[in-house]
C-alpha cells in the first residue's frame, strides 16, 4: 500500500500564499496520477487539482490561475502551492493516489489512497 503525509498548512491572511507537501512511502508515485482535494466541514470533499505522472496538470476553476501542483519523484513528493488564498479557501487538503488510467479523475471515488490531510485557514 501507499501512505500519504501532507504537510504545510496553517493560518495565513487573505491574499498570502501557502505550499502543502504530500509525501509518499511504500511504493513509488511516479508512475501514478496525484490529486489534491479539500473538504470543509459538512461539505463534501472538494477536487482541487491532479498532477498525471509526465507533470501534466488540471485544476478545479475555482483555483485556476492561483494554486500550482508539481511534483519531484525523486522525493516521491506532490506540491500544491497556493496563492492569493482568500476565506473560502478554507478546509482540510488531502493528497490521493490515482493508480487507474480512467480520466474521471474529478471523483474523489476514483483514488485509492489518501492522506490524513492538513488544514488550511484563511482569515479575512
Known amino acids: 500500500q501507499v501512505q500519504l503525509v501532507e504537510s504545510g498548512g496553517g493560518l495565513v491572511q487573505a491574499g498570502g500564499s501557502l505550499r502543502l507537501s504530500c509525501v509518499a512511502s511504500?511504493?513509488?508515485?511516479?508512475?501514478?496520477?496525484m490529486g489534491w482535494f479539500r473538504q470543509a466541514p459538512g461539505k463534501e470533499r472538494e477536487f482541487v487539482g491532479i498532477t498525471w505522472s509526465g507533470g501534466l496538470t488540471s485544476y478545479s476553476d475555482s483555483v485556476k490561475g492561483r494554486f500550482t501542483i508539481s511534483r519531484d519523484n525523486a522525493k516521491n513528493t506532490v506540491y500544491l502551492q497556493m496563492n492569493s488564498l482568500k476565506p473560502e479557501d478554507t478546509a482540510v487538503y488531502h493528497c490521493?493516489?490515482?493508480?487507474?488510467?480512467?480520466?474521471?479523475?474529478?471523483?474523489?471515488?476514483?483514488?485509492?489512497?489518501w492522506g490524513q490531510g492538513t488544514q488550511v485557514t484563511v482569515s479575512s
Open positions: 511504500g511504493r513509488t508515485i511516479s508512475s501514478y496520477a
Open positions: 490521493a493516489v490515482k493508480s487507474d488510467y480512467s480520466g474521471t479523475y474529478r471523483w474523489a471515488s476514483e483514488y485509492q489512497y
